[in-house]
């Protein structure tokens, strides 16, 4: 059973760049969500997805945006990048429907913003 | 909103002692989830244990239970027998109550240390 898998592992880009993230969920699940994890820090929000739109959004600016395709995978796009984006981005899988409202967690994805 | 306090920023604790981490989480809801995920070194977010807000007996998964009080708001996890494969970063988060995963809100974590 394939788990929650994320790409790359690690990313370097430079202030005014921009990004793009993707994640495949773990198998049976349809909703994604991503949340951002700076140095020391617990993960925060971003949103989630599910049927390829937008179901909730946490306390981010527009320059974060995303996508889910109909097999379920997502990508987050981040513009403009800030030296303040730097940070692990995990997605996380669950099944909307299901009883346990569990979210699985990927490995991460390690973003520098030089 | 909801947030969730994790107050002890590292502990260690000595090999098969036992330990407990304490959260405390602030909420409106009635029903909710909770739960206490594991991040080792190699950064994958592991769950550890899931506790529902309805259910009055507290959750335990093999050496891993949890001492929930909701009228305290009060959610501490024991790790009984510690293991050196504890060691990790522990996050307590919260789950409000809307049908179909709600967002996850996290703790600030606590940094857990197995002693050989």
């Known amino acids: 059973d394939a788990g929650v898998t994320q790409s790359p592992t690690h990313l370097i880009k430079t202030r005014g760049q921009q990004v793009t993230l993707r994640c495949s969920p773990k198998?049976?699940?349809?909703?994604v969500s991503w949340y951002q994890q700076a140095l020391g820090q617990g993960p925060q929000f971003i949103f989630q997805?599910?049927?390829?739109?937008?179901?909730q959004r946490g306390n981010f600016p527009d320059r974060f945006s995303g996508h889910q395709f109909p097999n379920y995978s997502s990508e987050l796009n981040v513009n403009a990048l800030l030296l303040g984006d730097s940070a692990l981005y995990l997605c996380?899988?669950?099944?909307?429907?299901?009883?346990?409202?569990?979210?699985?967690f990927g490995p991460g994805t390690r973003l520098t913003v030089l | 909103a909801q947030t969730v306090t994790q107050s002890q920023p590292e502990m260690s604790v000595q090999e098969a002692e036992t330990v407990t981490l304490s959260c405390t989480y602030d909420?409106?809801?009635?029903?909710?989830?909770l739960f206490w995920y594991k991040q080792p070194p190699s950064r994958q977010m592991i769950l550890v244990i899931r506790?529902?807000?309805?259910?009055?007996q507290n959750a335990t998964e093999n050496r891993f239970s949890v001492n929930f009080q909701k009228a305290a708001k009060s959610f501490s996890l024991k790790i009984s027998d510690s293991q050196l494969g504890d060691t990790a970063m522990y996050f307590c988060?919260?789950?409000?109550?809307?049908?179909?995963?709600?967002?996850?809100?996290f703790g600030t974590g606590t940094r857990l240390t197995i002693i050989p």
């Open positions: 997805y599910y049927e390829e739109e937008e179901r």
């Open positions: 988060a919260f789950m409000g109550p809307n049908f179909g995963n709600e967002k996850l809100t």
């Open positions: 996380a899988s669950s099944l909307l429907e299901a009883a346990t409202d569990t979210q699985y």
């Open positions: 506790q529902e807000a309805y259910k009055q």
């Open positions: 198998s049976g699940h349809d909703t």
């Open positions: 909420t409106s809801e009635n029903n909710y989830y």
